[in-house]
Each structure stands twice: as C-alpha cells, then as structure tokens.
C-alpha cells in the first residue's frame, strides 16, 4: 500500500481535469474570480486579498517611469492638498486614531471576506457547482472564525520573532520603555548554553504554530465545508482522522513542499512571459504616442498625454491578469484537490470531492455517466 501524499499527486490531477473540463466560459469566470479575490491562505498570513498582487508587481517597473512628469507630481501635489484639508480640523491624536481604527477595519472586513470566498472555492469542490453569493454569506461565520484562528496562531508564529528583533534593538540602544530594557539587559547576560535553550524553544514554539496554521488551511477548513462546524470542531474532526499518521503526514509535508514548488514554478513561467510581451507591446503603444504628441516629455507634460499613458497601463494591467488568471485557476485548483485528496485518504468520511470529479469514486463505479 502506498503513501497517502503519494497518491493523492495523481488523484488531484484526475480531480483537476473532470473539475475545469470540459471548459465552460461562465464558470472559469467564477473561479477566476475567486481564485483573484481568496488569498493565498497560509502562506499569506492574514488571509488579505492578494491584490495588488504579483500580477501588478509585474508592471512596476514599467510604470514607475512614467509617472515623473510635472503634470503627475502636480495631481499628486493636489491629492496631499485634499487630504491635508480633510485631516486639518482633527486634533493629531485623533488623525492618528482614526487612520488606525479605518486601517484595521478594512484590514479585517477584506479578511474576513477573502476567507468566507476560500470556503466558497471548497463548496465548488463538493458540489461541483460553482455558486457566488448564497455559498459566500453562508460562510461569512465560519470566515469570522477561521480569521480569529489565523490571527491567533500567526501572532504566535511571528511574535517570538518580533520580540526576539525588538530585543536586539533594545540591548544596543536602550529604548526607554523599562519592560523591553530589562528584558534585553537579562537576555544579553545569559550564558552560551541558557541562550541556546531559550533559542531553541522559541524555535519550537514558530513551528509549532506554523505547522498548527498550515494543519488548519490544509485540513481543518476542508472537516469545517464537510461537517457544517466550526474551527474548533473542525480541528478536532481532522485531528482524529491524521492522529497518530506521523509517518504519513511528514511524507505529506515533504510531497507538499514539491508539488508546492512546482505549481509555483508554472505560475511563474506564465507570469514572466505575459509580462515580457504586454510590457513589449505597452511600450509599443507609448512610443507611438509620443511620436504623435511630439515626444516623450510633451507626452507626460500635457492632460491628453497623461490620460493614453493611464490608459495604456490599465490595459496592460488588465491583459496581465487576464493572461494568467487562467494559469492561477488550475494551479490553485490543483493544489487544494491535492490537499482535500490526501485528507480523504485518511478518513474517507471527510471525503470533499464531488462523486463526479473523485476519480476513487469512478474507480468505484460510482459514475455511471463515463460509463454511459
């Protein structure tokens, strides 16, 4: 009998390809969609949308030359003006107060709504039906709680770390804040060996938590979509079924990171060459208009300028990710089906594939429509 991890590789692939195929313009739209809006789960850290995300980034560099006109540093000049306005009748605490609590806000309300759309993506997945809006107010609750979950563990994740640099700080240069002095003055006089064990289970304890983030995106959000629970419940029903499978969940570790790198590596590939040609072709066009408007600086110099430099980049923009959207639904898509797979094989009560896209389920005879 082979590794869970193992089989599952092939098994999402099958998955996969009966989940997109045949293609269906309305529904790749839909995915699209959610895969643009979800996040990146784990790897992101609080589940914020990833836009603007490498897509953009890939633009950057284009557009970071030609902003320099004197006609852009003016409507910059005249932004900073409107909100000096705004800002000016607040006293300086309350300008801070208020950023924060806007930031925070939006912070939250964004990540709460790029996870309500995650659990949107596994309904897909257990339906095989891709529905938008009942599935994503119907998991706005559970969202809240995956969020909850997110902040507490990554706040144990990276605290340690965030401490550990504040302390370092503190120990060269005091800071003032008597807590943070004392505690950099102890760390620094400890010895090799205490500092080694202090290190080593700061250590334990990122990993832990990491890991503990990880267990939760991977297996714990699938258990929530299939028992209707909450993260607590889920986590206890997915830790039942992978509960004393240590061989089997390292082996899934080590597959992860690989399939991981390969989804990542494809993605990528598609990423550099959209950029190349959009930023080939972008340019192009630029060239042309300032050949028309009589050369580069009347082209950033004058309204009618500005405006087809604006144009051209959102075109850009929007052809980019036009372009690899469809490369990100089938990378995405192949690594959850390999996640939920693998967690199936475990307990095949928490089995989320749909009958007809399983292909156990097929080996099992159960789709009678292939045979048909």
Do not use: C
Not at 56 to 66: E, H, I, P, Q, V
Not at 283 to 299: E, I, K, M, Y
Request: charged content about 15%.
């Amino acid at each position: 009998m082979g590794w869970h991890a193992v089989e599952a590789v092939d098994d999402a692939v099958d998955a996969t390809r009966r989940f997109l195929f045949p293609f269906h313009l309305v529904r790749w739209a839909k995915l699209a969609f959610l895969v643009l809006l979800m996040g990146s789960g784990a790897n992101a850290g609080v589940s914020v949308p990833a836009a603007p995300d490498a897509r953009l980034g890939g633009m950057s560099g284009f557009t970071s030359d030609l902003g320099t006109g004197t006609e852009t540093e003016a409507g910059a000049a005249e932004l900073d003006a409107v909100v000096s306005d705004i800002l000016a009748g607040m006293p300086s605490d309350w300008q801070i107060v208020a950023v924060a609590a806007v930031t925070v806000v939006a912070v939250i309300g964004l990540s709460v709504v790029s996870l309500s759309l995650r659990l949107v993506f596994y309904d897909a997945l257990r339906t095989n039906e891709v529905r938008l809006w009942r599935p994503f107010f119907g998991r706005l609750r559970q969202a809240v709680g995956l969020f909850v979950a997110s902040v507490v563990l990554w706040s144990v994740a990276a605290g340690p770390i965030a401490l550990a640099v504040i302390v370092a700080v503190a120990f060269e240069t005091p800071t003032g804040w008597e807590p943070i002095d004392s505690l950099a003055a102890t760390v620094g006089s400890l010895s090799i060996g205490p500092a080694i064990g202090v290190g080593l289970l700061v250590s334990v304890v990122i990993l832990g938590a990491t890991l503990a983030l990880r267990f939760t995106y991977e297996f714990v959000v699938p258990a929530m979509v299939i028992t209707e629970s909450g993260v607590i419940a889920g986590w206890r029903r997915s830790w039942r079924a992978v509960s004393g499978e240590w061989p089997e969940l390292a082996v899934y570790i080590v597959v992860h990171f690989f399939v991981g790198l390969g989804t990542a590596f494809l993605e990528g590939v598609a990423l550099t060459i959209a950029s190349v040609t959009i930023v080939a072709v972008a340019g192009s066009a630029l060239l042309l208009a300032a050949v028309l408007f009589g050369g580069l600086s009347a082209l950033v110099s004058t309204t009618a300028g500005i405006v087809s430099v604006l144009i051209v980049v959102l075109l850009a923009i929007a052809a980019l990710v036009v372009l690899t959207l469809p490369v990100s639904v089938v990378t995405r898509s192949y690594m959850i089906a390999y996640e939920v797979a693998t967690l199936a094989a475990f307990d095949p009560e928490l089995r989320l594939l749909d009958p007809d896209i399983d292909p156990n389920s097929f080996d099992r005879g159960s789709a009678s429509t292939d045979r048909d």
